[in-house]
């Protein structure tokens, strides 16, 4: 029944060792996002895809990358990890807004992936 | 910029006292303004959607309410397994700006 599903849940990775997040959807959604969590933190937006379109946001440091290969898929990738990069990765998914209407576009998340850097 | 603003930061209560949380915001075009409940070391689950000033919505001992410029979630009667951080989101186009979210735990 998992709608957005993360892999692995937890990930533990070296100082400057690159590392792939991943993320699955089984809604169809046109829209992929991905998070960072910091502890007792908001979680904020790294970037989108809309269908194959990527959105990145202006704050999101070089470091971070992301591929979406196919609708259902969608990967983070840290070239390098610091270890101000130890956080919850969440992945969300959404709709995505159409022309034909609707004024609100819900994201679902998943469980989200832990990431700690030694 | 969109802001986002929970109050309080955390708030402990008896299982059965009543209480509200609040989601203060200022957004030039708001779309929606979401709740969310998250449990610790998962991702936050969706609760409400909340489209227009005046409008209300209700799942078990949870109420959302919205005004033009804050909503509050109501929690009637709660019980310790309503022990979570619940975070407030506005939607403006296509981004969610979240507010800090309130550490809520229902004591037994």
């Known amino acids: 029944d998992a709608m957005v599903i993360q892999n692995p849940r937890y990930q533990v990775t070296q100082f400057g060792k690159p590392v792939t997040l991943s993320c699955s959807q089984t809604l169809n959604h046109n829209v992929m996002y991905w998070y960072q969590q910091k502890s007792s933190q908001a979680p904020k937006l790294l970037f989108h895809y809309y269908d194959k379109d990527f959105n990145n946001e202006a704050d999101t440091p070089d470091n971070f990358q992301s591929r979406r290969p196919n609708t259902s898929f969608c990967f983070l990738d840290i070239r390098s990890p610091g270890l101000g990069d130890a956080a919850m990765y969440l992945c969300?998914?959404?709709?995505?807004?159409?022309?034909?209407?609707?004024?609100?576009?819900?994201?679902?998340f998943g469980p989200g992936t832990r990431l700690t850097v030694l | 910029e969109d802001q986002v603003t929970q109050s309080p930061e955390a708030l402990r209560l008896q299982e059965g006292e009543s209480s509200s949380l609040n989601c203060s915001y200022t957004?030039?075009?708001?779309?929606?303004l979401f709740w969310y409940r998250q449990d610790p070391g998962k991702g936050p689950e969706f609760l409400f959607t909340l489209y227009s000033a005046g409008e209300e919505k209700e799942k078990e001992r949870l109420k959302a309410t919205l005004t033009k410029k804050e909503s509050f979630l109501h929690i009637t009667a709660p019980k310790p397994e309503d022990s979570a951080t619940y975070l407030c989101?506005?939607?403006?186009?296509?981004?969610?700006?979240f507010g800090e979210g309130t550490q809520l735990t229902v004591n037994p």
């Open positions: 969300a998914t959404s709709r995505g807004f159409t022309t034909s209407g609707g004024s609100t576009d819900t994201q679902y």
């Open positions: 957004v030039s075009g708001l779309r929606g």
């Open positions: 989101a506005v939607q403006e186009r296509s981004r969610l700006t």
